[in-house]
Every structure is written in C-alpha cells, then in structure tokens.
C-alpha cells in the first residue's frame, strides 16, 4: 500500500499540470439578444468579444449564440471553439471565430422572439461537456422573454459552479424608457440563478470585465 501511495505522489509530482490545466481553464459562453437589429449594441457585442478572444487561453472555451429565438437551439449557435493547446493554432482558431462574428454581424436581422431559458439550459449543457474549470455565461439582454405560442419557457437549471453576468443594454435601447423594469426583470433572474445553484451579476459597466475574469 505504502508503494501504491508512493507512486501516486510521484506521478503527481511529475504531471502536476492535469489537474490544475482543467481548474483554471475558462468557459465563457455569450448569449446575445438583437431584436430590430440594434446597431449600437450588436457593435458593443464585438467589442466584449474581441476583448474576451484577448483574454482566453489555449484550453479555454469559448460560444456566441443568438437567443432571439422562438425556440432555442443548436441552430442559433453562432460559433463555438475550444482553443488548441498550441497558441498558433489557438491564435488561427481566434481569428476563424472573429470572421463568424463578423459575417453574422453584417447579415442579421431581428426576430420577434426571446428565449433566454433555453440559451441558458444550452449554455450549461455546452460548458460542462467542455469540462471547464471556471465556468461563465453572459447575457446581453434586456431580459424580457418572449416565446412563441405553445413553447414552454420554464426550464430546469442546474448552475452549480456557475456565474451568471448580465450585461446592462437598457442605456441601448429605446424601447425601455424607465430602467426600474429592466431592475425587475434582473430580480427575476437573480432569483432563478440563485435558487439553481448560481452566481447572479448584474455588470453596468462594461469597462469593469476585467475584474470578472481576471479574480
């Protein structure tokens, strides 16, 4: 037995990057929201994506999806990577993933539908099969969650070791003209968060992102 404990110390010794490659790994998983195709914030979207493809990592995950949706799915994934551990492939991987923004970007147009329970529940799906250390899904929205008839919006969440950071769009957008309604709806989701396990954030400034990743 003594040997056995031995040999497993050893071998910790000599690896000891398995463990900790997989603990300090990042997922960040984005789901984005573009109803009428706001321009201003879909330029702000590419802003925090550009800012977060400067920060990951080989070994890091990250995903884009749209959840202006009736219904969300693998569809409305707008790219999704886990970059090679060789940083010049990591680096190729970053730029192909920039250029699916960028075509996405140039060509969407608005939907009248919100799914944000169903981007959520695809988020934690996609980030526990990437096997993340820290694992992180930013939302920007306005929270209001709209389906289409007969589409069933309540789903079951688990988001143990999860952070959950909405990015505040309501300085974005017209169409909520009195910011206490967007505070409701962010109460909501704290809430769900909280109660499935979650971390909840709301992030009214955007400059402050690096607090988030960085801790």
């Not at 569809?75 to 993933?97: G, L, M, W």
């Not at 017209?174 to 989701?189: C, F, G, L, T, V």
Request: proline share 3%; aromatic share 8%; glycine share 6%.
């Amino acid at each position: 037995m003594k040997k056995i404990i031995a040999s497993v110390i050893i071998f910790g010794l000599l690896n000891p990057g398995c463990t900790d490659t997989k603990s300090r790994s990042k997922g960040i998983y984005m789901l984005l929201d573009s109803p009428g195709t706001h321009a201003l914030e879909l330029k702000k979207a590419q802003s925090i994506i550009n800012y977060l493809l400067g920060i990951l990592h080989p070994g890091d995950t990250l995903a884009i999806a749209r959840i202006d949706t009736a219904s969300f799915s693998e569809k409305d994934i707008i790219a999704k990577v886990t970059f090679n551990e060789r940083p010049s492939v990591a680096n190729d991987q970053k730029r192909a993933f920039m250029q699916k923004v960028d075509t996405f970007v140039n060509s969407v147009k608005g939907r009248p539908y919100t799914d944000i329970s169903g981007g959520v529940f695809q988020a934690i799906k996609y980030l526990n099969e990437a096997n993340s250390g820290k694992k992180y899904i930013l939302i920007i929205s306005d929270l209001k969650q709209k389906l289409a008839k007969g589409h069933v919006g309540e789903v079951s969440l688990q988001l143990d070791n999860f952070s959950v950071i909405a990015l505040n769009v309501t300085k974005l957008r017209q169409n909520i003209r009195d910011p206490k309604i967007y505070m409701a709806r962010a109460e909501d989701w704290r809430f769900k968060v909280e109660n499935s396990g979650g971390k909840w954030r709301v992030l009214n400034d955007l400059e402050k992102l690096d607090n988030i990743f960085t801790k």
